[in-house]
């Protein structure tokens, strides 16, 4: 999917739900989508899961994971959901692991694809573009400044790394 479309998914997701405002409430998104949420002790190497059935679906995400991780494992998983759950009868499975090289041979150009498109969702949806432009706008900041990014991450509660990856990734940062 052509990141402009993400976007633009991301903007419609939020509208429906009710969920456009700062910070976005990631797990009411879920749950406006028919998604439970559960917090659990998932080992190490696994920030998240999806369960799919139909069009409802469980999120697991790791409970042992810094409350700015977990919001993104949600919004990840949302994204799955949006993009690559089937809507059949069969139930789906996806499992996130916390970190995952970008040449990993163990993953297929299929699946390395979904991943990213997962994430650049996830992301649209906690850090929706022209909140975040407004944002940026309103309070004057200077991308700059290191300063400037740890504020906008913690106005929309995300890691300052996924910040300045959002804000590099719509061209904001260079």
């Known amino acids: ?6 976007e633009d998914k991301a903007e419609k997701t939020l ?8 910070p976005v409430a990631i797990d009411i998104v879920a749950q406006r989508l028919n998604l439970t949420l559960t917090a659990g002790p998932l080992g190490e190497k696994v920030s998240g899961m999806l369960v799919v059935k139909e069009d409802r679906g469980a999120i697991g995400y790791n409970s042992a994971h ?41 993953l297929s150009t299929m699946n390395e694809r979904k991943e990213v498109e997962a ?7 906690l850090i929706p ?3 975040v432009q407004q944002e940026i706008r309103y309070r004057e900041l200077d991308l ?18 996924t910040m ?7 061209q904001i940062l260079y």
């Open 144 to 161: 700059d400044d290191e300063e400037a990014i740890a504020i906008l991450a913690k106005r929309f509660q995300v890691s300052t790394v």
């Open 129 to 131: 573009k022209g909140a």
């Open 164 to 170: 300045a990856n959002r804000l590099m990734n719509l």
């Open 66 to 106: 810094a409350r700015v991780r977990q919001r993104f494992t949600i919004a990840h998983e949302v994204a799955h959901f949006l993009l690559h759950a089937r809507r059949d009868a069969k139930e789906q499975l996806f499992i996130d692991l916390k970190v995952i090289s970008r040449r990993d041979d163990n």
């Open 119 to 125: 994430n650049k969702l996830g992301a649209a949806l």
């Open 1 to 6: 999917m052509v990141s402009e479309n993400l």
């Open 15 to 22: 509208r429906e739900t009710d969920s456009y405002r700062v």
